[in-house]
DNA sequence: GTAAAATTAGACTCCATTGTCTAAATCGTC
DNA sequence: GACGATTTAGACAATGGAGTCTAATTTTAC
C-alpha cells in the first residue's frame, strides 16, 4: 500500500484536480448521507451514488468505513469552526447602536454557525456517535464551542470596560447570550428545520433585548435606567 | 393474530403481571438500546439480552422492530409529558422569596425533564429519526415542548399581573427562561453527561438572576430600579 | 393437577452490507 | 499518440442482523 499524500502535496500541482474533486466529492457525499442515516445505518453504496463515484474509489481514498467517518467529522468541524471565528470577528467594537450590531452578530451567529448544515451535521453526530469516538468530539469541543466562550467572553469584556454593558461574570453572561439567540429557534434547531430570514431577525431581536434589559449599562442619568424599554417601537 | 390487550384491560387482573413485568422489561431494555445504538445499530438480539428475555418474546409482543421502536418512544414520551406538567406544578404561586423559589423550579426542571435519562432519549432520537417518523414526534412536540411554552407562559402572566415580573411578550419570556436554564449545561446536555446537584444548583441560580435582571419588577420607588443588585452576595 | 398460554433456545432463511479482487475504461501527462 | 495512474462496474466471499419456525420448558389459570 502506497503512502497517503498529505493535503499540502495533494495541492502543490494542479496535476491533481480531478483527484482532489472526487476527493471533496466524497466527503460532501459522506457528510449528507451519515448525517440523515448515522454511521450504523450509512451504507458506503449510498455514499457512492450521492458522490457519483464508484465503491473502490471510495476504498482507494480512505481505508475503511470509520476512517472516511473520522475523515468527515475533522472536515466538518474544519469548516465549522472556521466559520465561528470569522462570524466572531464581525462582534461589535463600539457601543453606538449596540441593540443594532448585536441583533446583527446574533443573526449571523444563529444562521451561519448553528442553525446551518455543519452545526445540524455535528449536534447529531455529537450526539449520536459521541460516545464511541470520545477524543475526536472532545477536541471539537475545546476548539468550537469552548472557545466560542472564551472569546465571546473576552468581546463583552472589552464591551463592559467601555461601559456599554454591566457584567459581574463574563463567561457566564456569554454562555446566556448563546443561549438567548437560540431560545425562540430551539424547537426548529432540534428539528433540524432551517428557519426563514424573518425568524432568524426576530428571534435575534427578542435575544438581544432581553439580554440588554439584563445587562445593558443604566444610560448616564439623563433618563431613567430603563429608558430602553421606552424606546421601543409601539 | 389474536388481538393485543390494551394497557387499562393488561393491569386489570393480577393474572398476568408476569407478561405484563416482560413488555416493561423489554420496553426499557429497548429504550436503552436504542438510546445508545440508535435504530439502525440496534439489534434485537442485544436488546433481548439486556431485557433477559428470548427474541421470540420481542416479536411475541411486538410485531417486528420497527413496531417496538415506536412503542418505546410513545412510552418515553409519555413518561416524559407527565414528569414535566408534575415540575410545572410546582412553578412559584406568589412572589414572596420569588428568586429562591424560581430557583428551585429551574433546577427541577432541568433536573428532571432535560438532563435526565428520557430527556437525553428524546433529543437523540428526535434528532435522528425525526424526519422518518414525522407525525410521531411532530406529536411529542405539540404535546412534550408546546405546552411548556404555553403552561410556563400563563404561569409568568400570573407573577406579571401580580406585579411581581414586567413582561412584554409572554412566550418570548417563556422560551428565554428555559433558554437561560440551560445557558450553563448545554454542552454537558449536549454531550449527554449528568450535571452534578451542585451544577444544576449553580446553573439555576445563573439563570434566574438574568431573567430578574431582565423581566424582574422594579422595587416600589424606595430603592432605585437596579436595588436586587446591590442584594447580591459579594 | 391439568390444560392453556407464554417463554425459551436454537436452527434456519433471507437479505443488506462490508471489503476485496479483477479486467476494462478513462484520464492526465509527456 | 502512448504510458502510467486512476476510476469504474461488477462479481465475490464473509458477516451480521431480521424475522420465522419448532420443539421443549415454564408459567398461569382454574
Redesign the pocket.
Given at each position: 500500500m502506497?503512502d497517503r499524500m498529505t493535503p499540502a502535496v495533494r495541492m502543490a500541482?494542479?496535476?491533481?484536480?480531478?483527484?482532489c474533486a472526487?476527493r471533496l466529492s466524497i466527503l460532501d457525499a459522506a457528510a449528507d448521507v451519515f448525517c440523515r442515516q448515522g454511521f450504523a445505518g450509512?451504507?458506503?453504496?449510498?455514499i457512492a451514488a450521492v458522490a457519483?463515484?464508484?465503491?473502490?474509489?471510495i476504498?482507494?481514498?480512505y481505508?475503511?468505513?470509520?476512517t472516511l467517518f473520522v475523515a468527515v467529522v475533522e472536515d466538518v468541524m474544519n469548516r465549522a469552526n472556521a466559520m465561528l471565528f470569522s462570524v466572531l470577528s464581525g462582534f461589535p467594537e463600539n457601543a453606538d447602536n449596540l441593540e443594532d450590531d448585536l441583533t446583527g452578530f446574533a443573526v449571523r451567529l444563529n444562521k451561519n454557525c448553528i442553525c446551518n448544515h455543519d452545526g445540524k451535521f455535528l449536534r447529531k453526530l455529537v450526539q449520536t456517535e459521541g460516545e464511541r469516538y470520545p477524543h475526536l468530539f472532545e477536541s471539537w469541543r475545546r476548539q468550537g464551542p469552548g472557545k466560542l466562550t472564551t472569546a465571546l467572553s473576552a468581546l463583552l469584556a472589552r464591551l463592559a470596560h467601555g461601559r456599554a454593558l454591566v457584567i459581574d461574570d463574563f463567561d457566564v453572561a456569554a454562555r446566556q447570550f448563546v443561549a438567548l439567540c437560540n431560545a425562540d429557534l430551539q424547537m426548529m434547531t432540534l428539528f433540524g428545520e432551517t428557519p426563514s430570514d424573518e425568524q432568524l431577525e426576530k428571534a435575534a431581536r427578542n435575544a438581544v433585548r432581553t439580554f440588554l434589559k439584563a445587562y445593558g449599562a443604566p444610560p448616564a442619568d439623563k433618563a431613567g435606567p430603563r429608558a430602553h424599554l421606552a424606546a421601543l417601537p409601539g
Open positions: 502506497k500541482g494542479h496535476s491533481q484536480r480531478g483527484q472526487k450509512a451504507s458506503i453504496d449510498e457519483c463515484v464508484s465503491r473502490q474509489t476504498y482507494n481514498h481505508r475503511e468505513k470509520e
